[in-house]
């Protein structure tokens, strides 16, 4: 028998486990927890440390399927598989979230994370989500990707759909094993699985997952993960205690921090931000100012082109943990 | 104080470093004016308000480019500013300066 062995990564909502789940013949073994940061925009739950799936692929090729939590803060347990449970694992399939603000950045992120571990494995790009976010396109990512000196493949899939994903699994391993017969196993896994509902539904009542799936069956433009607002995602992350939402133009659009004094300061802040801006383009842009004490809540200011978002928070949350937090946020935030 | 500052210069980690007193630069290792010049009237700002609106901080970054410049204020109102680049971890940056700042502040 030969096993193989690949491990999915990427962001938060990218599809990892739903994906597993589409393929796995076992019950996957995954590690949810109730979420605790910025992801809660998108789902009630998250990995905290791996999912494990299985796939028979002919009676003899089984494949073994490995999913990283997207978290930045469970890096941890990135490194662990990477040295240990998938140190042998023939590709590396990075899913892309079509829907976040800038898909590019998390590319380039999780390509630096996962840079040395690249070297001698193949990796593909799965984009996802493309059903409520077509743009970019699969042209669009080629040529973005050539520019970023990138030659790879890249796929479009719907991590719901077995069939989809096993378009994945097929540009690794066609060529690698030649037992399986690909029509075949697209046939059983479709006729054995139903597509998987993703997330919450996974607690779902059987009319909550049918009007989840009326909703999937609406129109790509209707955005479905506006029910929880940008202010309260940051307010249900862990640490942040105040958070103001700012548009294009630098003005506060929206705001929850009620003492005046850092009011005052973050709404100072943005006005020094705007100034370089404008001023000092040339030195490039500019990502975020951040103020901290030690007696003394941690104000911040992220930009980006369209928005810009201030935070409070506890001055024990490292400035690392407010950044990626804030960039999350900012990642999901519509318009 | 040049010196002082040759020590705060810290290959990876800390690639140049003033000290802003007043409004004024008064010494430097910086080779970018104009990433000097944006420091300056950065923070001479930021920690006026703070001064104004009487907060209690004493440390700001902000990310510019590939560049991040980070502003330690000093007990005698000076502030020492450093340039790093972004993808240094800041954790290294303040614990570098708060192992130097004494001797500054000195």
Known sequence: ?335 | MKELLGQIDKPGVIESSCILQGAEISVSTFVSRNHETVAKKAFSYVFQNVTKLRTKHDEAHLEIGGKRLSGFMLQDQRVLICMSDKNTNVSLVRDHIYLLKPKVEA
């Open chain 1, 1 to 335: 028998m030969a096993d193989y062995k690949i491990l999915f990564t990427g962001s938060v909502c990218s599809g990892k486990t739903t994906a597993i789940r589409s393929l796995s013949d076992i019950e996957t073994i995954d590690t949810d927890a109730s979420v605790s940061d910025s992801a809660i925009r998108r789902k009630q739950k998250t990995t905290i440390a791996m999912d494990y799936g299985v796939l028979e692929m002919s009676d003899s090729a089984r494949l073994h399927l490995y999913g990283t939590p997207g978290q930045e803060r469970f890096r941890f347990m990135w490194q662990l598989m990477m040295s240990d449970l998938v140190h042998d694992a023939k590709a590396l399939v990075l899913l892309v979230d079509n829907t976040r603000n800038d898909p590019f950045k998390d590319i380039k992120f999780y390509l630096d994370e996962f840079r040395d571990y690249l070297v001698q494995r193949q990796l593909i790009i799965a984009v996802t989500h493309s059903d409520q976010q077509a743009h970019p396109d699969h042209a669009y990512y080629m040529n973005e990707l050539k520019n970023m000196g990138i030659f790879t493949t890249v796929l479009f899939i719907d991590a719901r759909y077995p069939d989809s994903v096993l378009e994945v699994i097929k540009a690794v391993l066609a060529e690698r094993e030649p037992s399986v017969d690909w029509d075949e196993l697209g046939k059983r896994l479709m006729e054995h699985r139903p597509p998987v509902i993703e997330d919450q539904s996974c607690e779902a009542s059987e009319s909550e997952q049918q009007e989840q799936i009326e909703q999937e069956k609406k129109p790509a433009e209707i955005k479905l993960f506006n029910a929880v607002s940008l202010m309260d995602a940051a307010m249900n992350t862990r640490g942040i205690t105040g958070a103001m939402h700012l548009g294009a133009d630098r003005k506060v659009l929206e705001t929850n921090i009620s003492s005046m004094q850092n009011q005052a300061m973050l709404k100072s802040m943005v006005n020094l931000v705007s100034a370089l801006e404008q001023k000092v383009a040339f030195l490039g842009h500019i990502d975020n100012l951040v103020l901290c004490g030690p007696e003394h809540e941690t104000l911040s200011v992220f930009v980006e082109e369209r928005q810009a978002l201030g935070l409070c928070s506890e001055k024990e949350l490292s400035l690392s943990v407010v950044k990626q937090q804030a960039m999350d946020l900012l990642q999901w935030s519509g318009e």
